[in-house]
């Protein structure tokens, strides 16, 4: 066992943990997005990553046709993909509130592979590279930790703890819960609950877009870069309670992390260790290390 993690660098070890933080990031922001989606509409979003992926493509085309950098882009992107969520809420979403979880489920999984099929159709499986916003690093002792990355663990930090205190400590997040748990009696009070809804789902694919853009100069810019993520991501979600905003957030830097120190003691099982662990969990807590029972 001792000759086991000496193999092991110290190097080796950090670099890991920070790789784990970063792929951590999007966990989190998709989780999130995820979370929020569930616990405030019921709504299991498997189009989820293609609002990820339209993030990303999204920026890759305002810099590529319209010269507009990643900066503005990390603002009009995701600004973009919750509008077109809303359409999405309001044009079919909306008609399946009242029915069973796995209609919903089947309408966003069927959306996802038409969107990921015309955009393999345009722009192949290949992808297309997006250039570094902010190139260069700095070394803390023995890591190197560039500072794109350190960009994109800082954003995804304060993008998930802000969304937690406006959906948990305002008031405005308090009318959302209400909505969730009580519309009839939010709507005796003049709150329009279809829009709140409609908003709800804005913000939970708007998330995906944001996480899409960051993303964009980490990984190729891919129709593909969604659906890889997205299962892992749904794993995320189930681990830290379906509709835990706490929970998604957790969990997601944790299960990053978990993940990368996996690949670095035993690499042929880092794959299936977040599965492992989703599996272990719903034998103990089915409803999730932060969910409440129903």
């Known amino acids: 066992m001792a000759a086991f993690f000496a193999d092991v660098s110290p190097q080796m070890l950090l670099g890991q943990i920070f790789l784990g933080l970063i792929n951590g990031s999007f966990y989190a922001l998709m989780s999130l997005g995820l979370a929020i989606i569930f616990g405030m509409l019921h709504v299991v979003n498997f189009a989820h990553g293609a609002f990820y ?56 999984f069927g959306l996802a592979l038409v969107i990921e099929g015309l955009f393999r159709i345009q722009f192949g499986t290949s992808g297309n590279a997006y250039a570094n916003p902010l190139p260069g690093g700095m070394r803390l002792g023995i890591v190197f930790l560039p500072y794109y990355r350190l960009w994109v663990i800082a954003a995804s930090i304060i993008v998930c703890l802000a969304t937690w205190f406006v959906i948990e400590r305002t008031r405005l997040g308090a009318y959302l819960r209400a909505a969730n748990e009580n519309p009839d009696l939010v709507r005796a009070f003049g709150l329009n609950v279809p829009r709140m809804m409609m908003l709800t789902y804005g913000l939970g694919v708007g998330l995906a877009g944001f996480a899409g853009v960051m993303a964009a100069p980490v990984y190729q810019v891919s129709p593909l870069m969604g659906s890889s993520l997205v299962i892992v991501v749904f794993a995320v979600v189930v681990i830290g309670g379906m509709g835990s905003i706490l929970g998604a957030i957790v969990t997601g830097f944790g299960l990053g992390v978990v993940e990368a120190v996996s690949n670095v003691f035993y690499p042929e099982g880092a794959g299936i260790v977040v599965f492992l662990i989703m599996i272990l969990t719903l034998a103990v807590r089915p409803n999730g290390l932060f969910g409440k029972a129903r």
């Not at 950098?69 to 008609?95: C, D, Q, S, T």
């Open 53 to 108: 992926m339209l993030g990303a493509y999204c920026a890759w085309a305002l810099l590529e046709y319209l010269g507009v950098n990643y900066w503005a882009a990390l603002i009009i992107a995701p600004v973009v993909v919750a509008a077109l969520g809303i359409a999405l809420e309001k044009l079919m979403l909306r008609r399946l509130y009242r029915v069973d979880y796995l209609y919903a489920l089947l309408m966003t």
